[in-house]
């Protein structure tokens, strides 16, 4: 199966056919659908049939048994069959701001450059977690400013693959990323946002921390005696 939504993040339209019916949905030859993982929603949209008949993709997952990219349908529907040819398209509102907010947060990650414990994304807003030394606190003017800059600096944001033999022979660029990449895999996703970070991320991203826009730091939480939750959102709600 090719998996459209990392090598192309910005296609919307992709026809296919149904391979097999699995838990509640469908499973295609291809798909342009993100599943959901890594702290990011999987994408919805519609199906649509020959005839014109259009069923909601209302989630999609990756099963972890099989790998499978599953298509949740409405419990009601008629499920086409195995070998049915179908169009795929994605809500592309919704899509695109995942993609806005999960490079914010790779953003954010370089903005405060503490272990991340943990982060979490939707439409609306994003947050990361992080561990602080004892008794340190964080900025929410500092970090609104210096994410800004960062969008206003409208720096290019490139997704790439590797092998992960060839990441091996290159321990220098493994060590520094803030999180190792798996190296259980036969290629290694990587997301760059060129002069500030390279880390591995299989997530959907927009091509310029420009694209992202203005973001505001709507709260900063307490945790734990350490850890700190930072939550942003944008500016202009549209």
Not at 5 to 30: E, F, K, M, N, S
Request: proline letters at 7%; glycine letters at 8%; hydrophobic letters at 35%.
């Amino acid at each position: 199966m090719q998996e459209g939504y990392y090598l192309d993040p910005y296609q919307t339209r992709l026809d296919t056919h149904v391979v097999r019916h699995r838990d509640g949905g469908v499973v295609l030859a291809d798909t342009l659908c993100y599943p959901q993982g890594g702290g990011q929603p999987g994408d919805t949209g519609t199906l649509t049939l020959a005839d014109g008949t259009a069923l909601p993709i209302e989630n999609t997952r990756r099963d972890p048994e099989s790998g499978d990219i599953v298509h949740f349908l409405p419990e009601n529907a008629q499920f086409p069959p195995s070998g049915t040819a179908v169009t795929v398209d994605i809500d592309w509102a919704r899509r695109h701001r995942h993609m806005r907010m999960h490079t914010c947060l790779h953003m954010l990650s370089e903005v405060l450059k503490y272990e991340v414990t943990s982060g979490n994304l939707t439409a609306d807003s994003g947050r990361l977690d992080f561990n602080l030394p004892e008794g340190e606190e964080l900025d929410k003017d500092d970090i609104e400013a210096r994410l800004n800059r960062m969008v206003d600096e409208d720096r290019p944001v490139v997704m790439k693959m590797i092998p992960s033999a060839e990441l091996i022979t290159q321990p220098d660029l493994i060590a520094s990323m803030a999180l190792p990449p798996p190296l259980d895999k036969p290629d290694v996703h990587l997301v760059e946002i060129q002069g500030v970070s390279l880390e591995p991320c299989g997530g959907t991203h927009v091509r310029s921390t420009a694209e992202v826009g203005h973001m505001v730091v709507r709260k900063i939480e307490n945790k734990g005696k350490r850890n700190k939750r930072v939550v942003v959102a944008f500016a202009q709600q549209d």
